[in-house]
C-alpha cells in the first residue's frame, strides 16, 4: 500500500475523479429527495477498483453492478447470527445449509472477479512498471519465487483484494452516509464549512488532500464524524503471542483480545462533550486544527487500518467535494433525520432521503 503512493497524486486524482463523478450523480436529482447510500458505495467501490486494479468502471457496467450486489451481502451478513456460528463451528457448519451458504456464493463473485483482473494484468506484463495493486503484488511474487517460504502467492493476491473491497467498501460509505445526516441535522455547521471552504479555496476547480491544512474547521468536522458515528462495534480480535502484564492485570499468551475502541472515543476524561457531536473537540482556542492521541477510528499500533491513509484522502476529498456543491437539507415535513443506527458489526445508518439543494457562493 506504501508502494502504491497513497497520498501522492495519481491516487488522489482516481479520488477526485469518483468526487466529481458523485457530484454529478447528485445533481442529477435536481434537489428531489433521494437516497444517497448507493451512490455513495458505488464511488467508493470504484475508488477500490482504481487501486486495485488501475482503473473505475462504468456504473452501468453489469459485472461492476453484480460485484457491488456481492460486496453489499457480504457486508450485511458480517455480524449475523449463521456468521458467528460458523465462526465457532466452521467444520459443522459449512455442510449444513442456511444464509451462511450464500455468503460463500457472494464471496466467489468477488474472488472470481479479482482472478479474472489478475489474469489480465499477467498478459500485459506491466509488473516492472507496476501501476496499481496487482502489479506490485505480482512485482514481489517475481522477487521472491525463489524462496520457498515465501507468502506471496496468487491465492493471497486474490484473499487481499477480496479484503480491500470488503473491508475498505462499507467503513468510508457508511462514515460518509453519516457525514450527510449530521450536516443536514446541524446546518449551522454545515454553514461554517461552506463559509470556510468558500474563504479558503474560492473559484479554484481542483483542490488536494494537502489543502486541508487550509480547511482547519472542514478537516475537524471530518474528524468529528468520525468520532461521534464510530461505524465498527468493536475491534478486530487479536491473539496475544506472549504472556503480558498491563496496569497489574495479566493477559496470558494465546488470549483473544477484543479492542474497544469506543471506550476511548467515547471517554470523558479524553473529550469536553463525548456524547454530543462537537468539531471543536478537534480545534485549539485559536481555531487550528490539531490530533488528539484519542482519536482511533482506525485502531493502533502494528495492526493499525493499512487502509487509513486511503481513507482520510477519499473522507476529505469527497466530503469537500459535496459541500463545496451542495447544501443537505432534510426533507420538509421533519424536524431532523433519525441518528439512531441498526448496530450489527457495524453501526449502519437508517435508510434516509436527503435534499441536495446546489449551494451557489456569493
Not at 85 to 93: H, K, N, T
Request: proline share 6%; charged share 25%; with cysteine.
Amino acid at each position: 500500500m506504501r508502494k502504491l503512493g497513497l497520498g501522492k497524486k495519481g491516487v488522489e486524482h482516481q479520488i477526485e475523479e469518483e468526487a466529481h463523478q458523485l457530484v454529478e450523480t447528485f445533481a442529477r436529482t435536481k434537489g428531489q429527495l433521494f437516497d444517497p447510500s448507493l451512490s455513495i458505495s458505488n464511488s467508493i467501490c470504484n475508488t477500490i477498483c482504481a487501486v486495485a486494479f488501475g482503473h473505475r468502471f462504468s456504473l452501468e457496467d453489469e459485472k461492476f453492478l453484480k460485484l457491488m450486489g456481492a460486496i453489499d451481502a457480504l457486508s450485511k451478513s458480517v455480524g449475523c447470527i449463521s456468521h458467528g456460528l460458523y465462526e465457532v463451528f466452521p467444520w459443522i457448519m459449512k455442510h449444513l445449509p442456511g444464509p451462511h451458504q450464500k455468503v460463500f456464493a457472494h464471496a466467489k463473485v468477488v474472488q472470481t472477479f479479482a482472478k479474472k483482473e489478475t489474469e489480465k494484468h499477467k498478459e500485459h506484463d506491466a509488473v516492472h512498471d507496476p501501476q496499481d495493486f496487482i502489479d506490485f503484488y505480482l512485482l514481489h511474487m517475481e522477487k521472491r519465487k525463489n524462496d520457498p517460504n515465501s507468502t506471496y502467492n496468487e491465492e493471497n493476491l486474490v484473499q487481499c483484494i477480496f479484503e480491500l473491497f470488503v473491508a475498505g467498501t462499507e467503513t468510508t460509505s457508511l462514515t460518509l452516509r453519516w457525514a450527510l445526516i449530521l450536516m443536514a441535522n446541524h446546518p449551522d455547521i454545515q454553514q461554517k464549512v461552506h463559509k470556510e471552504i468558500e474563504d479558503s479555496l474560492g473559484s479554484s476547480q481542483s483542490f488536494s488532500y494537502q489543502d486541508r491544512k487550509r480547511l482547519p474547521y472542514t478537516n475537524a468536522v471530518i474528524h468529528e464524524i468520525q468520532r461521534f458515528q464510530y461505524i465498527v462495534f468493536s475491534g478486530v480480535p487479536r491473539q496475544c503471542v506472549k504472556d503480558v502484564n498491563m496496569f497489574g492485570f495479566r493477559i496470558p499468551k494465546g488470549a483473544i483480545v477484543m479492542p474497544n475502541f469506543r471506550s476511548v472515543l467515547f471517554d470523558p476524561k479524553q473529550w469536553e462533550k463525548p456524547r454530543e457531536f462537537n468539531p471543536n473537540h478537534f480545534l485549539d482556542k485559536d481555531g487550528r486544527f490539531f490530533e488528539r492521541e484519542a482519536f482511533l477510528p482506525f485502531g493502533a499500533g502494528a495492526r493499525v487500518c493499512p487502509g487509513e491513509q486511503l481513507a482520510k484522502i477519499e473522507l476529505f476529498i469527497i466530503f469537500t467535494s459535496l459541500l463545496r456543491a451542495f447544501t443537505f437539507q432534510i426533507p420538509e415535513d421533519m424536524k431532523e433525520l433519525s441518528a439512531k443506527p441498526i448496530v450489527g458489526a457495524t453501526v449502519i445508518p437508517r435508510p434516509v432521503k436527503i435534499r441536495a439543494v446546489p449551494h451557489c457562493t456569493n
